[in-house]
Structures are given as C-alpha cells and as structure tokens.
C-alpha cells in the first residue's frame, strides 16, 4: 500500500456514491482552469473519463466545467491544500485536498489527525518520492507490462487495481508516457503526480491494522480529501 490509499467498496452505497462525485466534480473544476477542451487539456480528459465510469451525468460533469473555466458565477475557487502527519503506530500519511475554505479543511483535518499526530510540511514528505502514477489496463494483444513500462519510458511499475497496472514515471514525463502507453494498446484509466513511501511499514497485529484502516476511512469520509497516499505494506 506504500502509495494511495483508496476506500475498498466506497461506491457501493449511494451516500458514499455521492461522495466520490463531489470528489470528481471538484478536480473537474481544478482541471477546467486550464482549458475546457478535453482533447487540449489531458488532465482533464482523464478525471473526466474517471467521472463516466462511475456513471457521473453529462450535465454534472459539464457544470463542473463550466465551474472551473469561469463561465459560472458562483464564486467558489477551489485550491490545492496538502497535510501531513502519522496514523496510529506511526504509520505516515499524506493528505490531498481541494477546498474553497482552507481554514475549514485545515480544521476539520486536524480533528481527523486526534487519533494520529499532524506534522508540518516536510515532516513526512521527506520519506516519499514525488512522481507521476499511470493507472493502465492492457488490450488484446498488448505487450507484457515490463515491456510495455520500458517502451513507453516509465521508471518501474507494480500491480494496480481490478487487474490493471500502475506505472511510475518523473513527473514531468507524467503525459509522455501515458500517450506512450496508449499507443502499446494499454487504456489508461487515471495518470496524476502522487506521493510513494520509500519506507513503508510493516503491521503484522491484525487489530493495529484495522486501526490504521478506521483512521483512514475516517479521513476519506471528509468532502475535501481528494486522496491519501499512506507508507502502509
């Protein structure tokens, strides 16, 4: 688990469906203020396909936008907000937000962190590498992922989920080599710059576990938390 962290069965129930849509809909908007053009603006292309595939609407994806690029006049302005700190048994989290209102999420994520510590900035960074992450699945006729991760000039790569393949590259090749990827007949499902432990550790206690776990589902309820990237094997 040494890089995000993702509630197993989060869409399952409406509520939390909603959830998850209010995610996307929020980095549609961050996304939207580089350009509302899908086939200019990768970034935005990707989250908008993620949105689809979780049955998110037409028109809620086009009002989130129309949201980022400034043709609507609601006034919210959403920013980039990241916290770090230790869960119980001082397993290392990192914590990704968009928020309208920095000082209710900085707030709302300190109380989340009573069962941890919050750190300052730098407290556990240090111990992840800032890189680019292609979430891919292959098609027929696809080459081997080993392969396919030194075509397309990705650093290394490891089991993804629902069977697909996550590849890691320098940042700044993030869209180099998901377009690359996709010419080898691998779908990319997500490619964004995250956080991975170096260093992740080891809980063998199952309740020591399941108390990390509670800790993070705890911090993926709250509506700001865009993702959670935990130094947890």
């Known amino acids: 688990m040494g890089a ?9 129930a409406g509520n939390a469906k909603g959830k998850v849509f209010s995610k996307l809909a929020k980095e549609i908007a961050v996304a939207a203020k580089h350009g509302a053009d899908l086939s200019s603006n990768s970034r935005l292309r990707m989250i908008v396909e993620a949105a689809r595939k979780v049955s998110m609407t037409k ?13 609507l006049d609601d006034g919210a302005q959403y920013e980039t907000v990241a916290y770090e700190g230790f869960g119980p ?13 920095r000082n209710r999420t900085g707030t709302n994520v300190r109380i989340l962190f009573r069962k941890g510590q919050i750190g300052n900035s730098g407290s556990v960074s240090w111990d992840f590498s800032n890189l680019g992450m292609v979430d891919a699945s292959a098609e027929a006729g696809a080459p081997d ?23 890691y590259t320098e940042p700044a090749d993030l869209d180099t080599v998901q377009k690359a990827l996709g010419a080898q007949q691998w779908t990319v499902s997500g490619a964004f ?3 991975k432990a170096k260093h992740p550790v080891k809980l063998e206690d199952e ?18 938390v865009q993702r959670l990237y935990v130094g947890l094997e």
């Open 4 to 12: 995000q962290w993702k509630h197993a069965g989060r869409v399952s």
């Open 59 to 71: 028109d809620t994806i086009d009002r989130a936008i129309k949201k980022g690029a400034g043709l």
């Open 89 to 101: 048994h001082r397993v290392p989290v990192i914590v990704e937000c968009l928020t309208d209102n």
């Open 145 to 167: 992922a080993e392969t396919a991760a030194i075509e397309a000039g990705a650093q290394d790569f490891e089991p993804g989920e629902d069977g697909g393949t996550r590849f």
């Open 193 to 195: 710059i995250g956080w």
């Open 207 to 224: 309740a020591a576990r399941a108390e990390v776990v509670a800790f993070l589902e705890a911090l993926d309820e709250d509506d700001d």
